[in-house]
């Protein structure tokens, strides 16, 4: 009976509806068999991971901050005056991975920035370093998979290290709950389908950002413009995909137009 009121219903509606509902389901099919693919759903649940690390680490990267910089204001009374060229503090730039050195507080930053931070400044010396290596390390092997895959015993290790280090935090109630929420990641396989299109925006806005920075070196370049044109090449295999990053898939044409 459905299926009947179906096949009438389709018969009558106009052509533009009946093409944009095929464009749906045909949407909805290349995302089941992408969610299907047990490497990709490893890739999304770990780059959700890291989004929930830089939300748990924003409070505590804000709060050191801003005690070191009242330390250094209270060792150099100079520093108090207002600066007459209107420049912000530079203190915590220097840290700053390619691509983010005009942010303007922790809660711009990613996950990569905040622990490149933690990891080479010595305002953070109560953290085992090892751990926010370790993730660093993660972190790059997960951003430069050529295929957006990683397997189950890489994911494994990855975990089990992300836990070492949120354990380092465990003070910091932020943290707890991030702790949790990673755990939830692990099962929680009906909101991958959710996660996806905040994961590819998030990288792919971190890869058009590295290839327009004028102050990277031919080899440098060279990497981030591979990656971006994988990434590019990941969504228009994907109709779904390409229709709903159109936007940066041109930003993307306008960027190779002019290499």
Excluded at 51 to 80: K, V, Y
Excluded at 216 to 223: A, C, F, G, I, S
Aim: charged content about 25%.
């Amino acid at each position: 009976m459905l299926r009947g009121w179906s096949s009438a219903f389709v018969s009558t509606c106009p052509s533009s509806l009946l093409c944009r509902c095929q464009e749906v389901e045909m949407g909805l099919e290349e995302l089941a068999v992408r969610l299907n693919d047990s490497g990709y759903k490893n890739w999304l649940k770990a780059a959700r991971c890291l989004l929930l690390l830089r939300e748990g680490l924003h409070p505590f990267i804000t709060r050191h901050m801003s005690a070191f910089h009242g330390d250094l204001l209270n060792q150099n009374t100079l520093l108090r005056k207002p600066c007459e060229t209107s420049c912000r503090p530079r203190g915590t730039k220097a840290y700053m991975p390619r691509g983010q050195g005009e942010v303007k507080g922790a809660d711009q930053c990613d996950a990569s920035a905040l622990l490149n931070l933690i990891n080479y400044c010595d305002y953070f010396q109560s953290v085992d370093l090892k751990c926010v290596r370790e993730v660093i390390h993660f972190r790059n092997e997960l951003m430069h998979s050529c295929e957006f895959r990683v397997k189950d015993e890489w994911m494994k290790h990855y975990q089990t290290t992300l836990k070492n280090l949120v354990w380092q935090f465990r003070n910091q109630p932020q943290m707890a709950t991030v702790g949790r929420q990673i755990e939830e990641c692990k099962t929680g396989a009906n909101l991958i389908s959710q996660w996806e299109a905040e994961l590819l925006q998030e990288r792919l806005q971190e890869l058009l950002h590295a290839a327009a920075d004028s102050d990277d070196d031919d080899d440098t370049k060279t990497q981030d413009t591979e990656q971006l044109k994988r990434l590019g090449g990941f969504l228009q295999a994907n109709r779904d995909l390409a229709e709903r990053f159109s936007a940066e898939l041109k930003a993307m044409s306008s960027l190779q137009a002019g290499e």
